[in-house]
């Protein structure tokens, strides 16, 4: 009913709005004074001391949020991390064990190819850690531990404040992960929750100045038949989530590419025209790949590409090569995820009601895919 989209004109567009709020409420009671502590994890510090590695597992968005939480663990935990579709992971006998940790992620906890392969993961003694939105769903009952994020609920099929909300609660465990073994100290850890104590009101910032001229921009996109998105590091999972989107809500062919390797391949699309979205690394926190990035930036504009980039406020080394510039506000490597996505969500919602699309329920998906 119209009321239950609170004026929204669609579900998406009100839980697109509620993005700072699905972050700030999955941080809530889980951070004091800057010492994060996770209730639900109380008493459970031996499932994270006795292992050895780290497999998330999950499907569609979940899974590209595992992929960015997966920089997250390694780098706060020093465990090695393997992010695997769970669907792939079920059905070719893994090697796991009871030095095992498997993460899973669903927004829905019902997914059956999730359910399965954290049922799998049990019965070979690996310890499962359920990271899901719905109170009471099969996927944490079948776990050892559950980390929920507080979304709230999430009606349109395609999966937007869910996704945020995702790697939040990654980035809560990893800390408290790597505080339980050692690997973070407290001054970092407390650094670094801070750090996350301040995304909401930066995309709320990014609702603000951004999203209608991200609106207009997608209505004159209208037409356009292919997306490229290239993105390096954590924002190599958000062109993977910015290519998913478009393909869900505007039936628009889109793909994601690590910028990095543009030369083994993908530069070989690039045509007089075609609309590549460019998620750029921080110049202040990651130089590095910033310059490289800025280099890939400079490759597919001198082949005609329409660029559009994903850019910190005040980077002033994209502007002489990018058509349209999408301005986030600055934040720490790590943190750059969860800003960076929200154009993306917006341009695809975008350009799905630009072409009359039903951006709530898109052909052919279900929003918890209950069958293997
Ligand atoms: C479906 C939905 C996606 C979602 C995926 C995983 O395919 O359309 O939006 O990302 O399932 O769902 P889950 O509930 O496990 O997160």
């Given at each position: 009913?119209?009321?239950?989209?609170?004026?929204?004109?669609?579900?998406?567009?009100?839980?697109?709005?509620?993005?700072?709020?699905?972050?700030?409420?999955?941080?809530?009671?889980?951070?004091?004074?800057?010492?994060?502590?996770i209730?639900e994890l109380?008493?459970l510090?031996?499932l994270f001391?006795?292992?050895?590695?780290v497999?998330v597992?999950?499907?569609?968005?979940?899974?590209?949020?595992?992929?960015?939480?997966?920089?997250?663990?390694?780098?706060?935990?020093?465990?090695?991390?393997?992010?695997?579709?769970?669907?792939?992971?079920?059905?070719?006998?893994?090697?796991?064990?009871?030095?095992?940790l498997v993460v899973s992620i669903?927004?829905?906890?019902?997914?059956?190819?999730?359910?399965?392969?954290v049922?799998?993961a049990?019965?070979?003694?690996a310890k499962t850690v359920s990271i899901c939105?719905?109170?009471?769903?099969?996927i944490p009952?079948?776990s050892d531990a559950i980390v929920?994020?507080?979304?709230?609920?999430?009606?349109?099929?395609?999966?937007?404040?869910?996704?945020?909300?995702?790697?939040?609660a990654l980035?809560?465990l990893?800390?408290h992960v790597?505080?339980?073994?050692?690997?973070?100290?407290?001054?970092?850890?407390?650094?670094?929750?801070?750090?996350?104590?301040?995304?909401?009101?930066?995309?709320?910032?990014?609702?603000?100045?951004?999203?209608?001229?991200?609106?207009?921009?997608?209505?004159?996109?209208?037409?356009?038949?292919?997306?490229?998105?290239?993105?390096?590091?954590?924002?190599?999972?958000?062109?993977?989530?910015?290519?998913?989107?478009?393909?869900?809500?505007?039936?628009?062919?889109?793909?994601?590419?690590?910028?990095?390797?543009?030369?083994?391949?993908?530069?070989?699309?690039?045509?007089?025209?075609?609309?590549?979205?460019?998620?750029?690394?921080?110049?202040?926190?990651?130089?590095?790949?910033?310059?490289?990035?800025?280099?890939?930036?400079?490759?597919?504009?001198?082949?005609?590409?329409?660029?559009?980039?994903?850019?910190?406020?005040?980077?002033?080394?994209?502007?002489?090569?990018?058509?349209?510039?999408?301005?986030?506000?600055?934040?720490?490597?790590?943190?750059?995820?969860?800003?960076?996505?929200?154009?993306?969500?917006?341009?695809?919602?975008?350009?799905?009601?630009?072409?009359?699309?039903?951006?709530?329920?898109?052909?052919?998906?279900?929003?918890?895919?209950?069958?293997?």
């Amino acid at each position: 009913a119209a009321a239950d989209k609170g004026g929204w004109p669609s579900f998406m567009a009100k839980e697109v709005s509620e993005e700072p709020e699905a972050v700030a409420n999955t941080l809530r009671g889980r951070i004091h004074d800057g010492v994060i502590r996770i209730p639900e994890l109380d008493g459970l510090d031996e499932l994270f001391l006795g292992i050895d590695r780290v497999i998330v597992i999950a499907c569609g968005t979940a899974a590209y949020a595992g992929m960015v939480g997966k920089y997250a663990l390694e780098q706060w935990t020093r465990l090695p991390v393997d992010v695997e579709l769970a669907h792939e992971f079920r059905y070719r006998d893994p090697v796991i064990g009871a030095s095992t940790l498997v993460v899973s992620i669903s927004q829905s906890g019902e997914t059956m190819d999730t359910l399965m392969a954290v049922k799998y993961a049990r019965e070979q003694g690996a310890k499962t850690v359920s990271i899901c939105n719905t109170q009471g769903a099969t996927i944490p009952r079948e776990s050892d531990a559950i980390v929920y994020t507080h979304a709230g609920p999430e009606v349109a099929v395609a999966s937007t404040k869910a996704f945020v909300a995702q790697i939040t609660a990654l980035y809560l465990l990893a800390l408290h992960v790597g505080r339980v073994r050692g690997t973070v100290s407290a001054a970092t850890a407390e650094e670094l929750a801070r750090e996350l104590e301040s995304v909401p009101a930066k995309i709320s910032r990014i609702l603000e100045t951004e999203q209608s001229r991200i609106e207009q921009f997608a209505h004159w996109m209208a037409d356009t038949r292919s997306v490229l998105f290239l993105g390096r590091h954590v924002g190599y999972p958000i062109a993977l989530e910015g290519a998913l989107k478009l393909k869900e809500l505007a039936y628009i062919h889109a793909e994601g590419f690590a910028a990095g390797e543009l030369k083994h391949g993908p530069i070989a699309l690039i045509e007089p025209g075609q609309p590549v979205f460019v998620i750029v690394p921080s110049p202040r926190e990651s130089a590095l790949l910033h310059a490289k990035v800025v280099s890939n930036i400079q490759e597919i504009r001198a082949r005609g590409a329409r660029v559009i980039v994903v850019a910190e406020e005040g980077d002033a080394a994209v502007l002489p090569f990018a058509d349209e510039v999408l301005r986030i506000p600055l934040a720490g490597p790590m943190f750059e995820p969860l800003l960076a996505v929200v154009p993306l969500h917006i341009f695809a919602m975008g350009l799905s009601t630009a072409k009359g699309l039903d951006v709530d329920q898109p052909r052919n998906l279900a929003k918890s895919v209950t069958v293997e």
